[in-house]
């Protein structure tokens, strides 16, 4: 990917931001995925993970959250 040490994600020390290379976004539905290969049968990408476990986060960890 042409990064340094070739880093394929880096995060702040608190966490809160967080970057990732190959981009997630791109394809977290299965017909956006280039190759499925032997996932044939799944609705979503694994990369949906990222964002679903990030809202949790958030979520559960939101002092503001009036839901908690």
Same mark, same amino acid.
């Given at each position: !990917?042409? =990064?340094?040490?070739?880093?394929?994600?880096? =995060? =702040?020390?608190?966490?809160?931001?967080?970057?990732?290379? @190959?981009? @997630?976004?791109?394809?977290?539905?299965?017909?956006?995925? @280039?190759?499925?290969?032997?996932?044939?049968?799944?609705?979503? =990408? @694994?990369? *949906?993970?990222?964002?679903? !476990?990030?809202?949790?986060? *958030? +979520? +559960?960890?939101? +002092? !503001?959250?009036?839901?908690?």
């Amino acid at each position: !990917n042409g =990064s340094e040490y070739g880093t394929a994600a880096i =995060s =702040s020390r608190c966490g809160r931001y967080l970057a990732i290379m @190959p981009h @997630p976004e791109r394809c977290f539905l299965k017909w956006q995925l @280039p190759y499925c290969g032997f996932y044939d049968d799944i609705l979503e =990408s @694994p990369w *949906v993970y990222i964002f679903r !476990n990030a809202y949790r986060f *958030v +979520k +559960k960890n939101n +002092k !503001n959250n009036k839901n908690n």
